[in-house]
């Protein structure tokens, strides 16, 4: 009997250390079942905000093209307004010598007329005539296309 008392405490005692075995290793499962919701839980956070922040970059990249598009935009106007300014200033350095010429011309042609008896008022009222016609003339030269017709108004 005492053999058989043995046994059942020591059978008593192994099973203790079992039923104290299964009690730490089923606290073990809860804790890493919580770990496990914590971290199911932090990977949809983390979802979300990657899924924000895609958002967000998909946002800045179009306005970077649109804002890419508009600065193009605007470099050609720039150019095209660049363009337009040299051909203006060309065509008035052109018209400037015009006038100059013609200044010259009608400088000499009248140097010898100055003391002529057909030097009469009505003379400079020709001349006036001529000089304003230069000066349209050359006003045509400077201005663009789009501004001929407001010099006939």
Known sequence: IKEI???LESEQKTS???QKG???FERRIKDLSYQTDEDKKNLV???DLIDKLQGKVKAYKRQTEEAEA???ANLAKYRKLQHELDDAEERAD???SQV???RVRTRDQTAGKVGT???RPWNACRAASYSRRVMTTAARHIAGPGQRQQLWR
């Open 70 to 72: 508009l600065a193009n």
């Open 45 to 47: 956070r983390l979802q």
């Open 5 to 7: 008392e043995g046994e």
């Open 94 to 96: 052109s018209a400037e």
């Open 16 to 18: 203790a250390e079992y």
């Open 22 to 24: 299964a009690r730490k």
């Open 117 to 119: 008896p057909s030097h």
């Open 100 to 102: 100059n010429k013609l």
